[in-house]
């Protein structure tokens, strides 16, 4: 897979602080005035990891730069479709935004039939935060790096599970991309949502994950997980001994994680002008930023017009990942 890192981040940030405040000053009286009330946050996983993160970012956002609550909804299962649904199917007033990840672009090649479309339903606020992820074992195993796992994997094909957020997760493609990369064969055990499915892990039912590094980091500081690698292009600041799946034995492998706000496609241009320009105002505060950053993720920002650009090439890329790896959604 080529790489694909996230370019600028922080200058974009910045640049995109600038953009925001000219793009409020173009919209009518009427958008400027918006919201008049609580706005509706769908996270189409369980609560915990790295969406809920991005999510309730988005809702601090709210609370302090327009004076309205954001409530964050979660609405798990169908690996993200039933949010999604949910989200495509809202009122387009403004009032409800739509906070993803990566299965926004894999979902539309991983299943026949979905019960929205990705391209027709939705319009891109703007990209929050990316993070790589990391690839975990539960310590029973007794595997200590990236090659003793792959040599356990070979020497005992599908005697071991992997847990992941549910079919078409980010999480389950990420291992079904892994196993091929190193014709390895582990059994699936779907979850709804990054929370239950670490439960499980550290308990032990569970022996392998490839998980959004927020949501992990706090049990392998623990001593609960073992980490192995990274997925991302480049080491991670907060795990900085820790090498990535490229550097362990597996080359060519990435695989990030992004998280972006979308809203119903009706939605209004003037009021995707104002969300976007508010998220990317508080990714330019310093202490909104750390924040992300202390939880493990890089913010990102940008326009609508890059999100829409950056989705339609990660459509692309997911759709080849998909068809290579030969990834099935679970029945």
């Known amino acids: 897979m080529s790489r694909r890192p996230f370019p600028l981040a922080g200058r974009r940030c910045a640049a995109a602080a600038l953009l ?19 706005i509706r946050i769908i996270v189409p996983f369980a609560p ?23 409530i964050v909804d ?57 993070t790589t992820n990391v690839l975990v074992v539960h310590p029973s195993t007794g595997v200590k790096n990236v090659k003793d796992l792959i040599a356990l994997l070979a020497k005992k094909p599908r005697a071991y599970n992997y847990a992941s957020t549910g079919a078409g997760g980010t999480s389950y493609l990420a291992a079904e991309y892994f196993m091929q990369l190193t014709k390895t064969e582990m059994v699936h055990v779907p979850y709804k949502g990054t929370g239950p ?36 292009a480049k080491r991670w600041a907060q795990l900085p001994d820790l090498p990535t799946l490229a550097e362990a034995g597996v080359p060519g492998y990435q695989f990030d ?37 202390e939880a493990g993720l890089d913010p990102v920002g940008g326009t609508p017009e890059e999100f829409s650009k950056f989705m339609r090439s990660e459509l692309e890329r997911m759709r080849r990942i998909i068809l290579a790896s030969g990834a099935k959604p679970e029945q």
């Open 20 to 38: 925001g405040a000219s793009a409020v000053a173009a919209v009518p009286a009427w958008a400027q005035a918006y919201p008049t009330r609580p």
């Open 48 to 70: 915990g990891g790295g969406n809920d993160i991005a999510a309730r970012f988005v809702a601090q956002m709210f609370n302090e730069s327009f004076g309205q609550s954001g």
């Open 74 to 130: 979660n609405r798990p299962g169908g690996g993200s479709t039933v949010g999604t649904a949910i989200a495509a199917k809202a009122n387009p007033d403004g009032y409800t935004i739509l906070v993803s990840h990566n299965a926004m672009a894999i979902n539309p090649s991983l299943y026949a039939k979905l019960p929205y479309d990705t391209a027709r339903d939705f319009v891109q606020v703007s990209l929050i935060a990316a």
């Open 197 to 232: 499915a670490l439960t499980d892990l550290v308990g032990g039912s569970t022996q392998f994950m490839i998980a959004a590094a927020p949501g992990t980091l706090g049990f392998v500081k623990g001593g609960r997980l073992v980490a192995l690698a990274t997925t991302g």
């Open 257 to 293: 994680t992004w998280y972006g706000a979308h809203a119903p496609s009706k939605t209004p241009r003037e009021l995707v002008a104002r969300l976007n320009a508010e998220i990317n105002k508080a990714l330019a505060v310093p202490a909104l930023r750390a924040k992300l950053t």
